[in-house]
């Protein structure tokens, strides 16, 4: 897979793929700008080898629709402030005004087209549509890793029109990082994975148990996995319809060695609300009608001696329902033991990096990933078609 660096840019279109799914406030001003900045060192590279820049990003759920409350009119503004040089928001992704602007470009220009998804061919990966846009650059640039798991128009398509295209830096570390943690890691390994639904990450748990030393589960999805050794969970959230498999990665767990970690104590709630009841119980004393919302004290510490000796840590998922301050203590402190360690730390997923920014950590974890959905699809040991089409 080429890099942005193994390719001659001076003079050429360079259409980058980039995230810039920002979210905003109701006044439409950026509120995170972390995605953009993210890709910075892409596109001040692209600059400085004198290419005209194009980005392309798609912005919230449009649906094919043409909703100016998701244009990318007010990112186009920010990266201009940031770059310090005009960014011109062209009419749409596609059209003869769009390829008229960027015709018109010079070295050094950036464009940046409308949201992809204005277009539910975006979506479709539909041919016709990404030849459209692939004629207006000369080189594909892939920089968005938090959308290379979907095969749409942009991530695959394009590409596919388009002889020469590259990683670009963001891409790159985010692959370099995770090959380091899940292929070559200094061990023990450990994987802390939490979150609400076991039915979304069973493939990548699986697949973490050929890798991993240690393994520590929790939030909601621990449930689940209590339940199918017979303790009773109250009105916890429960997949019942996984019950069966949960007992059978028990038992895979143990017959490979993989040191497996579950709750033994939790923060219960008599209801879903920041003001509702709570009170410490052990995991065998879940009352009738509560819900196991965080895990404990006792489990707190259970964790963070699993965690003591790991040279590395894959992080996927917070331990409860932090964003209520009442549920928030066990996640937090998986934070701190996490930023803590001499391990190499890498995060991933929007809950599990927003649970470390929360906590003020967020400079101490070696590398907090872009891609919730494109790490889980790396974790369960599949490939990335967004990747994948970069090596052709």
Known sequence: MNTIRDLDLQGKRVLVRVDFNVPMDAEKNI??????????????????????????SHMGRPKGERLMEFSLGPVAAHLATILKRDVQLAPDCIGEESEALVEAMQAGDVVMLENLRFHQEETENNGTFAEQIARMADVYVNDAFAVSHRAHASVVGVPACVAEKAAGKLLQTEMDFFHKVMDAPVRPLVALVGGA???SKLGALKNM????DV?????????TFLKSQGVDMGASKIEDDLLDSALEFVKEAKGKGVKLYLPVDFVVADRFAGDAVVK???????????????IGPASTIFFQEAMADARTIVWNGPMGAFEMDAFARGTMAMCQAVASSHALSITGGGDSNAAVKKSGEAANISYMSTGGGAFLTLMEGKTL???EILKE
Request: glycine share 8%; aromatic share 4%.
């Open 31 to 56: 509120s995170d700008d972390i995605r953009i900045r993210m890709a910075l060192p892409t596109i001040n590279y692209i600059l400085e080898q004198g290419a005209k820049l194009i980005l392309c």
């Open 197 to 199: 639904k076991v039915s």
């Open 209 to 212: 148990l050929e890798k991993v």
């Open 215 to 223: 393994m520590i589960i929790g939030g909601a999805m621990a449930n």
């Open 280 to 294: 410490n119980v052990t995991y065998r004393d879940v009352p009738e009608g509560w819900m196991a919302l965080d």
């Open 385 to 387: 078609p967004g990747v």
